[in-house]
């Protein structure tokens, strides 16, 4: 959990904008979403590049026998 505060923090700062309330629960709430967003972002570049060395590897293996 506490990761996740501080790799929030870190990408998209600890201070909130707004003035108000209810602006400052809308910021808080799209954060959190744009944080969500950027994990998923993460990991789908992950799968890609696995996914590309995994083609190579059996590129390579299929060269060999």
Known sequence: MESGFSQHKRRLSSTLTARGRQAQSRE???RVLTHN???LRS???RLQQSKRA???ALTLRSQYF
């Open 28 to 30: 808080f709430v799209l």
């Open 37 to 39: 967003l950027m994990i």
């Open 43 to 45: 990991s789908a570049r």
């Open 54 to 56: 995994l083609r190579a």
